[in-house]
């Protein structure tokens, strides 16, 4: 099977977009939503305020020269060679999910929240599976809402291959309790804060711990068990590589494009189709569209957008209290969400840490 790994055009048509001053970026994009019933579309860029490690860097390369997606039908095989993905697959997701769980929304969360919360931007399409647009909205990631449409799913739950589902910070607890070395292991990390790098999707590099992969245990589904059944093949509710993304949030990723007459498209440099194909729907609808991203994207072979590139964490409160004038601050829950946010951005190291084996 051949399956793809999204990269941006090399062949761009237009120049790379212009650097403005924070100033006039607040300007135009204040200018841009002002007419209301705008859509937005967000990429791991908005996260990156949040501690969550960007898949690419301002240079469109990926941060992590190693990143190797895993594919969908590796992890769903039934085959021994399924169960060495699904036990590399899920160690590096335990490693990984507690910088996931405790990760804040940051300032352009909020700022979001705060125009959704005015009806200047009613829907929000993410590609993110971190549901930090969920907790700036002060609801749970599990919490199904149709403010927000999660294109490639959400993190917080796993199911199981005959469609049991549970929680994510469940399934944490079955992982330690299958496997007390690595509860272990990661409780000294925590410790000793020499914590792996967790990618957005909750994925951690530890190509330092080589082998030890097969001394991981999946635990069996015990909804299976009590169908008789015996099954340990768990998978998050993401998209993988080479898998489909369901009909029904294809279609209401379309309809949502549709209903709102723009589309600001921010932190994302649009490599993965299912989210170009909806700036080309809008451009074909001939909406207005602006994107808001740090370094080359593949917009930059459209030519009918404005781009503008500035992270949005500079200017996106200022943005809102210009759109939103007097009721920034009159509102308390809008003027509670300009207050809110963290900004504590990932450190920058390529060092893979050094960590022992604890087998
Ligand atoms: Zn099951």
Redesign the pocket.
């Known amino acids: 099977m051949r399956i793809s790994v999204p990269s941006i055009p090399l062949q761009s048509t237009r120049p790379p977009a212009a650097h403005v001053s924070a100033q006039e970026a607040v300007e135009r994009v204040a200018n841009f939503l002002r007419p209301g019933n705008v859509g937005i579309l967000t990429g791991a860029g908005v996260s990156v305020d949040s501690g969550i490690r960007a898949y690419r860097g301002s240079d469109g390369r990926y941060m992590n020269p190693n990143y190797k997606p895993l594919f969908y039908h590796q992890l769903v095989e039934d085959s021994p060679a399924g169960v060495a993905f699904r036990q590399r697959y899920w160690l590096r997701s335990y490693l990984g999910y507690p910088a996931i769980r405790t990760t804040l929304p940051n300032t352009t969360h909020f700022g979001l929240a705060a125009l959704q919360h005015a009806g200047i931007a009613p829907r929000i399409i993410t590609q993110n599976v971190d549901g930090l647009h969920h907790r700036s909205l002060g609801l749970s990631p599990r919490q199904r809402t149709d403010k927000i449409l999660e294109l490639h799913g959400s993190l917080h739950l796993v199911h199981?291959k005959?469609g049991?589902v549970v929680d994510r910070d469940l399934f944490q607890n079955w992982l330690s309790a299958a496997n007390p070395q690595w509860k272990a292991f990661l409780d000294e990390t925590e410790r000793t804060g020499n914590k792996p790098r967790t990618n957005p999707d909750g994925d951690v590099a530890i190509e330092h711990l080589g082998t030890a992969y097969d001394s991981f245990i999946v635990p069996q589904?015990p909804?299976?068990m009590l169908e008789d059944r015996i099954?340990s093949v768990h998978k998050p509710d993401v998209i993988f590589f080479g898998e489909s993304i369901p009909n029904a949030i294809k279609t209401r990723s379309f309809e949502i494009v549709e209903e709102t007459s723009r589309l600001l498209i921010i932190g994302t440099t649009l490599a993965t189709y299912s989210a170009f194909r909806l700036l080309k729907h809008a451009v074909e609808l001939h909406k207005p569209v602006l994107v808001l991203n740090v370094g080359p994207s593949r917009a930059d072979t459209v030519e009918e957008i404005e781009r503008i590139d500035i992270a949005s964490g500079l200017i996106i409160r200022d943005v809102v209290r210009a759109v939103l004038g007097s009721s920034a601050s009159l509102d308390p829950t809008i003027a509670h969400m300009l207050e809110s946010g963290v900004v504590k951005p990932p450190v920058d190291d390529t060092l893979v840490q050094q960590a022992a084996d604890p087998r």
């Open positions: 199981c005959h049991h589904c909804s299976c099954n």
